[in-house]
């Protein structure tokens, strides 16, 4: 089955600003494209050629929106596993697979696949419920601080949390988690992996982040990171080591820590474009969504380099406002030299929620930096 | 009225390649759009709001579509301009003018305007009926060679002719033309000027056109043009005078010829997105479909300048094929450094139909150019 041929048909789940801007590249190529999502005023609505809606979650609507397609794809993580993995035995193409999204989806179960196969990830211990976690404190097992994550249904920060006191873990989840080592490190860097089903690998240019001290969320994606070369190359080996590890087709973006001694750590992954690789659209060869459907659809990847320095900026909704959108001093930025909002479509803002990105791209990226602080000094996402 | 307002409506008329192109950034901008088109497959039925069936030459079609919107544009200039006009002074702004599309909608109205502003063209003379440039010809008038070419609804090489016998005016058209003197150039060169309703004004840099010498369809477009620097800003110059004679809002494609004396004389100018301008979606920091909607909205002009040497390749059907279109060897020229293809999404190939295109990107623009030539001998657009 090839793309190319003119009964084929490409599925993705979830309609969301990931699958918005996947879209995107899927009409430069003319793919026919169909989308499942539970909302109807998903982005993703308007620039597919069919929109279904439905739970992702749920065994059927999932089934039944795969049978259609040839190639299935996903925006998000949190789909139904059951239904992808009927639907690779009936010979559909899921990517990723399901095995894969299984062993994503709970971490966990991630963190043992790292150690498992050898690759560098904080040590960690494994918690049915968040009540063995005090009973761990109480007999010595574990010692603060430490780092506790939901095993499932965590994202941007949610889910996530240093615990250094007994009282930090109040309010939390009662499930299944993890109890990481807090690793001082210096960096938080990504690498995003393409591979295609033959085989083919590249990668795109180590990127560093610059987390919200509040909000846990991604600030700045910097590209390329600041970091010495020898750094660098450990980072996409460890990230390329993951793929392979995975067997993986499609993206794959690694989230990894620098330590203080210039160790890799993986923290975790996504089988998907990634908020890590935006900055791709303006500032590399081949847009990372590009580069997802050329791994998916089994064509030549194409070239990772950078034609210059991108930064990323997400825009996420001001706290203290929750409301119909308005995007602040939107044009006061767009007078800025090689500045490009990227506006997801969400119609509704609430603190912290993410409502677009602006990518900042310059020959000289000291240059993208300085511009993407007066950016990010300039818009504010609040409401009507 | 600000685009950025929940109730903000653009429309476009024309649903084809280009208006494909200017919808996908408006999807970056979240910017509702509502399409025209005679066509129920144009391309342009997925990716807008809305999508409306009519006739763009017909005064109702054009005028009630037109009283739904806040700025109206155009993606070609066969569209009726009596609507325009009256959806001008009911407050529709509309980009670019009727008074603009008037003008160069009959080429012979436009090259009097070039006469009237002082802008250098080729000598020429105006003919009511094709039989008069015979009448001409043998009272003396008119010599050969010289250049035939439709006052109207003349593209894409179509409707220009040189003519160096008498017998080289059978089967033409026979009504009103110009006859234009045949000047030798070295080259032809395009400009794409940006102006905004605020006045902003940006050209993006000079490119060069090579055409096929059959079909008269441009083969490679090379920005930037391989010229001299005083040349460059000569035709730069050129096209920024024309921009201003016509008060234009948004894009306008200077197409000119460089004179064996280095004169700049002006062939045709186009007031929309250009084919001239494709390879700026990869090659540029703004590509030409973000800066005539950042004009048409009164937004700030993005960068005009390159991250790399861009150059674009036609994707044109092959002579002797005609029906469902098959992209032959695809996959071959996406194993090539730094190419995209672009499929427009039209089912039926034709020879010379314009099917799509294919830029090639490099930090090197020769380089850029010998990947196109393989490119070219390598992609072939055939039927089933």
């Known amino acids: 089955m090839n793309y190319f041929s ?71 993580e949190n789909v139904n596993v059951d239904a992808l993995e009927t639907l690779e035995k009936e010979g559909v193409k899921v990517y990723p697979s399901s095995q894969t999204l299984r062993t ?20 960690f211990s494994r918690f049915a419920y968040l009540s063995e976690i005090e009973d761990a404190i109480s007999n010595g097992g574990l010692e603060f601080p430490f780092v506790w994550k939901a095993a499932q249904f965590g994202y941007d920060g949610n889910g996530v949390k240093v615990v250094r006191t007994l009282s930090d873990l109040e309010g939390l989840p009662k ?16 690498v995003i992996v393409a591979r295609n089903a033959a085989g083919e690998t590249k990668t795109f240019p180590v990127v560093e982040m610059e987390f919200h001290p509040e909000a846990n969320q991604v ?85 990772t380099d950078s034609k210059v320095g991108g930064i990323m900026v997400n825009l996420v909704g001001a706290e203290g406002y929750t409301g119909n959108v308005i995007y602040q001093n939107i044009e006061t930025i767009m007078k800025m030299d090689g500045v490009t909002p990227h506006i997801y479509g969400k119609k509704q803002t609430r603190p912290f929620r993410k409502m677009g990105h602006v990518t900042i791209v310059n020959e000289d990226l000291s240059e993208a930096r300085r511009v993407a602080e007066e950016v990010k000094k300039t818009i504010k996402v609040i409401s009507e």
Chains 1, 2 share one sequence.
């Not at 450990?234 to 993206?251: I, Q, W």
């Open 175 to 190: 499930g299944e988690c993890i109890a990481e080592t807090l690793v001082p490190f210096k960096n938080e860097l990504a």
């Open 104 to 123: 994503i989806q709970n971490k966990a179960v991630q963190k043992l696949f790292y150690v498992d196969n050898h690759l560098p990830t904080a040590p």
């Open 219 to 303: 600030e700045y994606v910097i590209c390329p990171a600041r970091i010495d070369d020898h750094v660098a190359k450990k980072a996409e080996d460890v990230a390329l080591k993951v793929s392979k590890a995975f067997n993986h087709v499609g993206l794959l973006a690694v989230e990894m820590f620098q330590t203080k001694n210039d160790d890799i750590l993986i923290n975790e992954v996504a089988p998907r474009p990634h908020n890590s690789g935006h900055q791709t659209i303006e500032a590399s060869y081949t847009s990372q969504f590009e580069q997802h459907l050329r791994a998916i659809l089994n064509l030549p990847l194409g070239r």
């Open 6 to 76: 003119s009964n084929f048909k490409l599925g993705i789940l979830g309609g969301g600003q990931l699958g918005k801007m996947l879209l995107n590249d899927t009409r430069k190529f003319d793919i026919y494209t169909c989308v499942l999502d539970a909302s109807d005023e998903a982005p993703c609505k308007i620039a597919s050629n069919e929109f279904h809606l439905g739970d992702l979650m749920d065994y059927n609507a999932v089934y039944n929106f795969g049978k259609q397609v040839d190639v299935l794809t996903i925006e998000i």
